[in-house]
């Protein structure tokens, strides 16, 4: 009976956090992004919502003006998942095992993007806010662009 007892438990836990994007936490967080290509380089600002297992990003870029990238990560076997926007998967990507750090790759002919996310939890959930940290490149023919970012939660 307690066998029964625990794999239930273990099974609730599961269907829970199989709608979060890989473990990190839901929400909203804000933050700043730095980009560099070998031409030029700038900031921008950003804000990130991890709503379920679906992420969505918003740029505030100066010169540019606003863009937004949404992807949802469809839970494969082992870690692994699909990168779908729009209803299409466009990439694949992996979680870490004990570890908020997820690593995604969309390739569609000339245009390359990869991206890491790492999320660093607070310490003392009462007093600090949830750090997210995302890295990457964008690669569209022999334009290269990476970014750095770091995102806080918003309360």
Not at 17 to 27: I, T, V
Request: glycine residues 10%.
């Amino acid at each position: 009976m307690k066998t029964l007892t625990t794999i239930t438990f273990l099974t609730a836990i599961l269907a829970a956090n199989a709608g979060m994007a890989h473990g990190f936490q839901a929400g909203t967080y804000s933050g700043e992004g730095l980009w560099n290509s070998s031409q030029a380089k700038g900031t921008y600002k950003v804000e990130l919502q991890v709503k379920g297992n679906e992420i969505s990003s918003q740029y505030a870029i100066t010169d540019t003006g606003s863009k937004k990238w949404s992807f949802t990560m469809k839970n494969k076997a082992h870690n692994f998942f699909d990168v779908v926007s729009e209803g299409e998967k466009i990439g694949t990507g992996y979680c870490l095992e004990k570890a908020l750090v997820c690593h995604y790759e969309v390739a569609q002919g000339d245009f390359k993007l990869e991206e890491t996310i790492v999320q660093e939890p607070a310490q003392q959930p009462a007093q600090q806010k949830n750090v997210i940290y995302k890295f990457g490149s964008k690669q569209t023919g022999a334009n290269v662009i990476s970014w750095q970012e770091k995102l806080n939660s918003v309360r």
